[in-house]
């Protein structure tokens, strides 16, 4: 199992900056891939950024230039740096796991943190 627990959400204007974190523990080895999630009203679950095992990270269009995804390994933390926020960007915010473990793909999930921004 995987424990991840999330910090850093909160109420912020447009055009302000927040910086998510996720702290892992448990069977954290065996991780290929972290990112972050995020879910507003009414709408499905998307993807916003993912780092993989070698580093390599992607991003949802809707946030490439404003978001930056990394990873410190010796605390085993993913972070989410938001600037340039947007009222779009309201949601709550997910961390996610993925593990491969003998051909077989576990995924982790946080609590969720609330990010929301005002106009």
């Known amino acids: 199992q995987v424990q991840l627990v999330e910090s850093g959400g909160g109420l912020v204007q447009a055009g302000g900056s927040l910086r998510l974190s996720c702290a892992a523990s448990?069977?954290?080895?065996?991780?290929?891939?972290m990112g972050w999630y995020r879910q507003a009203p009414g709408k499905q679950r998307e993807l916003v950024a993912v780092?993989?095992?070698?580093?390599?990270?992607n991003y949802a269009d809707s946030v490439k230039g404003r978001f930056t995804t990394s990873r410190d390994n010796a605390k085993n933390t993913l972070y989410l740096q938001m600037n340039s926020l947007k009222p779009e960007d309201t949601a709550v915010y997910y961390c996610?796991?993925?593990?491969?473990?003998?051909?077989?793909?576990?995924?982790?999930w946080g609590q969720g943190t609330q990010v929301t921004v005002s106009s």
């Open positions: 780092i993989t095992r070698g580093g390599s990270t």
């Open positions: 448990g069977s954290i080895f065996s991780i290929n891939a």
């Open positions: 996610n796991v993925r593990r491969l473990v003998s051909g077989t793909t576990y995924n982790y």
